[in-house]
């Protein structure tokens, strides 16, 4: 079945630095991917919609300056944390839809786990 | 879009049914039900999704009413290894549709 991946699986980085996530569509297409964060015990929440060939469009909040996506090609979006501090420590999951036989399916990445130290 | 509520958390034991009920009452026309499961430090995983009626598969059943304003996952006979949170999500048939999680509810299955 479908499959989205995310690299790398967890990241430390000391504060100030910036740290990119990758993550792919493995086998379709995907014009449109997804960029949540999930604190402990808590659900994920969107971040931003991330859409190939333009510009990201960012939920209320989430400042688009720190939290750079690009989508360059379809298989491929990716988050970059600009100076990131301690209280962006999170896990960070993207997802990607493809149609299926009943409608649109969304499927996840593994997620990745970001420390910032 | 489409706001979904579900019971924040439930108990069973193993070997039971176990139905988790999703409201989901401003659901769209084009709008499709689809059920994760998450496991700590790991992307949601999909398990079944449904329109209309009833849809099964090798480990779920999802029933819909015909009203749709809300859904119920039944995972039968339950191990401990279905400890876990289940989320129901409600998208539109567009790949572009945002997709905005509820609370999810929290399974626990003891022995």
């Known amino acids: 079945g479908a499959v989205v991946s995310q690299h790398p699986s967890w990241v430390i980085c000391k504060s100030g630095t910036s740290v990119k996530i990758e993550c792919r569509s493995l086998?379709?297409?995907?014009?449109?991917m997804f960029w949540y964060r999930q604190f402990p015990k808590q659900s994920l929440m969107l971040m931003a919609t991330?859409?190939?060939?333009?510009?990201?469009?960012?939920e209320q909040g989430v400042e688009k300056d720190k939290f750079l996506i690009n989508h360059a090609s379809l298989t491929l979006s990716t988050l970059t944390v600009t100076s990131a501090h301690p209280e962006d420590s999170s896990f960070y999951i993207c997802?990607?839809?493809?149609?299926?036989?009943?409608?649109?399916?969304?499927?996840f990445g593994e997620g990745s786990w970001l420390t910032v130290v | 879009l489409a706001k979904t509520t579900q019971p924040i958390s439930m108990d069973s034991y193993e070997g039971q049914e176990v139905n988790i009920t999703c409201s989901h009452n401003?659901?769209?026309?084009?709008?499709?039900i689809t059920w994760y499961q998450q496991f700590p430090s790991q992307g949601p995983r999909f398990i079944i999704q449904?329109?209309?009626t009833k849809v099964t598969n090798e480990v779920a059943s999802l029933f819909i009413p015909a009203d749709r304003k809300s859904s119920t996952l039944s995972l039968p006979r339950v191990s401990l290894s279905d400890t876990a949170v289940y989320y129901c999500?409600?998208?539109?048939?567009?790949?572009?549709?945002?997709?905005?999680f509820g609370s999810g509810t929290r399974l626990s299955i003891r022995p």
């Open positions: 997802s990607a839809a493809t149609p299926t036989g009943t409608g649109n399916t969304i499927y």
């Open positions: 999500l409600v998208s539109g048939y567009s790949s572009a549709s945002k997709i905005i």
């Open positions: 449904g329109y209309k």
């Open positions: 401003n659901i769209a026309t084009n709008d499709y």
């Open positions: 086998d379709f297409q995907a014009t449109t």
């Open positions: 991330s859409n190939e060939g333009s510009k990201a469009t960012y």
